[in-house]
């Protein structure tokens, strides 16, 4: 190898001695010999006892007495919902003709404008099928105006704009629709006969009416006269109860002490004391004619399947839409990390065995016996077997324990209610928060029930009727400060402030009260609706407003239940709400005067 140094410059220069270095790289390809690949794909091993002695050597022999199921065989109990018991009411026999949250949730109809007008349209409907003329029905119609009067003091909700030009063109036409209603047929069938009509035109009358009141009971689902609410206003929540028919000689109670979500499933009930199977005796319902069934199901378990799962196939590929090594889990998020150890790991381990529940019924689990392909039989125990205090314990569908201390039992329950249901727009709605700087809490009717039918902006509706807040009037000439006696609100807010719960010194509940400038209270500050407008004195429960706040809405829902027919009733829901409020209201309010920007 030659060498540079200072005398040898032309040896350096002699291109036949120095010649540039070029490097590169080649891939290494496999060249298939042949055309088609099944061979290649078979992957066949050319040393099956290297594999055996890896296998060995990561312990992959090791027995775990583990075969694969391939019977099951499941004894359970099935008991149907016989009771219903509302809040504050005697126990009646369980509809099976309504979803159970219609049962729940119905409210009288308003009497406003729209179900007035719906009235009138449906009796002229059926004066017609009947045949009368229509002189005859126009003379009917006015003599119901006579005798049931439509009083525009008693309509339910606000009198806005939309009500009054409404009642300018159509209050000369009605007449109360709904005192009608309750009126038929006793009392209505003698103001008929009073009406001067022929006895063939009063038949026809009465049976127009009944058709009315037919029409109107398959329009709405609303409650008797002597059902009790399920509404606590303290609570902000329906409140009910259900029992089930004798199973083992002993009734179940299922209580559902806190449903207000607006979608009623098996989540909102707890099981409740039980009690030994009497025969029934209430009138309402009896409980001892109805027996638990007993069934047993023998299938082949199979195994879970989701989106994602690690396949035992060698060339089979998962779903590219769920990548479990794109999931970010910190040290403390042990919810994550136990679902992807699942989802990795142990997901081979789960079979899935059908199990059609029937609705309006309680299932409780008896037992499981599964076989293996080894011919081994194992009785698969709940995993949230044992005492409710039993710390072990584990269960996700599980019903919660009402009662402290009891034996657990394995139980599903179907409730009878719809998967979903339409909702119209709220007509009325409600927000509760608390309002640190006054130290109170407030009732904002955002939305207000009008007389004409729907709902209104409440905040509208406030300056319609007590018009905007003053502005602060002018200091006086050379103050530098402006005193206020007090701040007033916006009409739509109602105040609620803490008094001490009877018999205690610490602990305190909301009371609905008003400003104290305020007079007459009933007539200067009107609460519209009916979510707050409970008997006098008003009174929440403290933790009912929390920081976030609370939102309660009332609307209209219609779903269709399993018989094909359609259901429309009128319920309530709350909602979290988004934080506290400032109401504005001060006293002895002292501020220095801002002087104008020269």
Same mark, same amino acid.
């Not at 035109?201 to 059902?227: C, E, I």
């Not at 902006?457 to 006696?485: H, K, M, N, S």
């Not at 707050?532 to 209209?556: D, S």
């Given at each position: 190898?030659?060498?540079?140094?200072?005398?040898?410059?032309?040896?350096?220069?002699?291109?036949?001695?120095?010649?540039?270095?070029?490097?590169?790289?080649?891939?290494?390809?496999?060249?298939?010999?042949?055309?088609?690949?099944?061979?290649?794909?078979?992957?066949?091993?050319?040393?099956?006892?290297?594999?055996?002695?890896?296998?060995?050597?990561?312990?992959?022999?090791?027995?775990?007495?583990?075969?694969?199921?391939?019977?099951?065989?499941?004894?359970?109990?099935?008991?149907?919902?016989?009771?219903?018991?509302?809040?504050?009411?005697?126990?009646?026999?369980?509809? /099976? &003709?309504? !979803? =159970?949250?219609?049962? *729940? %949730?119905?409210?009288?109809? +308003? @009497?406003?404008?729209?179900? $007035?007008?719906?009235?009138?349209?449906?009796?002229?409907?059926?004066?017609?099928?009947?045949?009368?003329?229509?002189?005859?029905?126009?003379?009917?119609?006015?003599?119901?105006?006579?005798?049931?009067?439509?009083?525009?003091?008693?309509?339910?909700?606000?009198?806005?704009?939309?009500?009054?030009?409404?009642?300018?063109?159509?209050?000369?036409?009605?007449?109360?629709?709904?005192?009608?209603?309750?009126?038929?047929?006793?009392?209505?069938?003698?103001?008929?006969?009073?009406?001067?009509?022929?006895?063939?035109?009063?038949?026809?009358?009465?049976?127009?009416?009944?058709?009315?009141?037919?029409?109107?009971?398959?329009?709405?689902?609303?409650?008797?006269?002597?059902?009790?609410?399920?509404?606590?206003?303290?609570?902000?929540?329906?409140?009910?109860?259900? /029992? &089930?028919? !004798? =199973?083992?000689?002993? *009734? %179940?109670?299922?209580?559902? +002490? @806190?449903?207000?979500?607006? $979608?009623?499933?098996?989540?909102?009930?707890?099981?409740?004391?039980?009690?030994?199977?009497?025969?029934?005796?209430?009138?309402?319902?009896?409980?001892?004619?109805?027996?638990?069934?007993?069934?047993?199901?023998?299938?082949?378990?199979?195994?879970?399947?989701?989106?994602?799962?690690?396949?035992?196939?060698?060339?089979?590929?998962?779903?590219?839409?769920?990548?479990?090594?794109?999931?970010?889990?910190?040290?403390?998020?042990?919810?994550?990390?136990?679902?992807?150890?699942?989802?990795?790991?142990?997901?081979?381990?789960?079979?899935?065995?059908?199990?059609?529940?029937?609705?309006?019924?309680?299932?409780?689990?008896?037992?499981?016996?599964?076989?293996?392909?080894?011919?081994?039989?194992?009785?698969?125990?709940?995993?949230?077997?044992?005492?409710?205090?039993?710390?072990?314990?584990?269960?996700?569908?599980?019903?919660?324990?009402?009662? +402290?201390?009891?034996?657990?039992?394995?139980?599903?329950?179907?409730?009878?209610?719809?998967?979903?249901?339409?909702?119209?727009?709220?007509?009325?709605?409600?927000?509760?928060?608390?309002?640190?700087?006054?130290?109170?809490?407030?009732?904002?009717?955002?939305?207000?029930?009008?007389?004409?039918?729907?709902?209104?902006?409440?905040?509208?509706?406030?300056?319609?009727?007590?018009?905007?807040?003053?502005?602060?009037?002018?200091?006086?000439?050379?103050?530098?400060?402006?005193?206020?006696?007090?701040?007033?609100?916006?009409?739509?807010?109602?105040?609620?402030?803490?008094?001490?719960?009877?018999?205690?010194?610490?602990?305190?509940?909301?009371?609905?009260?008003?400003?104290?400038?305020?007079?007459?209270?009933?007539?200067?500050?009107?609460?519209?609706?009916?979510?707050?407008?409970?008997?006098?004195?008003?009174?929440?429960?403290?933790?009912?407003?929390?920081?976030?706040?609370?939102?309660?809405?009332?609307?209209?829902?219609?779903?269709?239940?399993?018989?094909?027919?359609?259901?429309?009733?009128?319920?309530?829901?709350?909602?979290?709400?988004?934080?506290?409020?400032?109401?504005?209201?001060?006293?002895?309010?002292?501020?220095?005067?801002?002087?104008?920007?020269?």
């Amino acid at each position: 190898m030659a060498i540079l140094t200072t005398g040898n410059e032309a040896l350096f220069l002699d291109s036949r001695i120095f010649q540039p270095a070029i490097r590169g790289w080649n891939r290494l390809e496999g060249r298939p010999r042949a055309v088609e690949f099944d061979r290649s794909l078979r992957a066949e091993v050319r040393d099956a006892m290297w594999f055996l002695t890896r296998q060995w050597q990561f312990g992959e022999f090791r027995g775990e007495d583990a075969g694969s199921p391939i019977d099951a065989r499941l004894a359970y109990a099935t008991a149907k919902l016989v009771r219903y018991l509302p809040r504050g009411g005697d126990p009646v026999e369980f509809p /099976e &003709t309504l !979803p =159970l949250e219609t049962l *729940v %949730e119905r409210e009288p109809v +308003p @009497s406003d404008l729209a179900a $007035h007008r719906q009235m009138l349209r449906a009796m002229r409907r059926a004066l017609q099928a009947e045949g009368l003329p229509p002189a005859t029905r126009q003379a009917v119609l006015a003599a119901y105006r006579t005798a049931y009067p439509l009083d525009v003091t008693k309509l339910a909700g606000a009198v806005d704009g939309e009500t009054r030009r409404l009642l300018l063109f159509e209050g000369a036409h009605l007449f109360d629709g709904l005192a009608l209603l309750a009126d038929t047929p006793a009392g209505h069938d003698g103001k008929v006969d009073g009406f001067g009509l022929s006895a063939a035109d009063a038949a026809a009358v009465k049976r127009a009416a009944r058709a009315v009141q037919a029409w109107f009971a398959d329009l709405y689902s609303v409650p008797d006269a002597a059902s009790p609410s399920t509404w606590s206003d303290p609570q902000l929540e329906y409140q009910f109860a259900c /029992e &089930t028919a !004798p =199973l083992d000689g002993t *009734v %179940e109670t299922l209580l559902a +002490p @806190s449903y207000a979500q607006g $979608h009623l499933d098996w989540y909102a009930f707890d099981l409740g004391a039980t009690r030994d199977n009497d025969g029934g005796g209430d009138a309402g319902g009896d409980a001892g004619s109805t027996e638990a069934e007993h069934k047993t199901l023998s299938f082949i378990p199979a195994a879970i399947s989701y989106a994602g799962i690690p396949n035992p196939r060698y060339w089979q590929f998962e779903d590219r839409h769920v990548e479990f090594a794109d999931i970010t889990a910190g040290t403390t998020d042990v919810a994550k990390l136990l679902l992807m150890e699942f989802a990795l790991v142990a997901s081979n381990d789960w079979c899935v065995i059908p199990l059609e529940l029937a609705a309006n019924a309680l299932t409780r689990i008896e037992g499981l016996l599964v076989t293996d392909v080894f011919g081994e039989r194992t009785l698969v125990r709940a995993a949230g077997r044992g005492p409710d205090a039993l710390w072990q314990r584990w269960s996700m569908y599980d019903l919660s324990q009402a009662v +402290p201390g009891r034996d657990t039992r394995t139980a599903l329950l179907v409730p009878p209610t719809t998967p979903t249901a339409l909702r119209a727009p709220p007509i009325e709605r409600v927000v509760l928060l608390r309002d640190e700087m006054a130290n109170m809490a407030w009732a904002v009717e955002k939305v207000v029930p009008s007389a004409a039918g729907p709902g209104i902006d409440g905040y509208a509706y406030a300056d319609a009727i007590a018009g905007p807040l003053p502005p602060e009037p002018d200091a006086a000439p050379g103050a530098e400060v402006r005193y206020r006696l007090g701040a007033d609100v916006t009409w739509n807010w109602h105040p609620f402030i803490p008094v001490h719960v009877p018999g205690s010194s610490r602990s305190v509940r909301l009371q609905r009260a008003r400003l104290p400038h305020e007079e007459p209270p009933a007539a200067s500050r009107p609460i519209v609706g009916r979510i707050i407008a409970g008997p006098t004195p008003f009174f929440l429960n403290e933790e009912e407003v929390p920081r976030a706040g609370r939102v309660v809405t009332r609307e209209f829902r219609r779903a269709r239940w399993k018989d094909g027919s359609v259901v429309l009733w009128i319920g309530r829901r709350t909602l979290t709400g988004r934080g506290e409020g400032s109401s504005g209201l001060v006293f002895d309010d002292l501020r220095p005067v801002q002087k104008p920007s020269s």
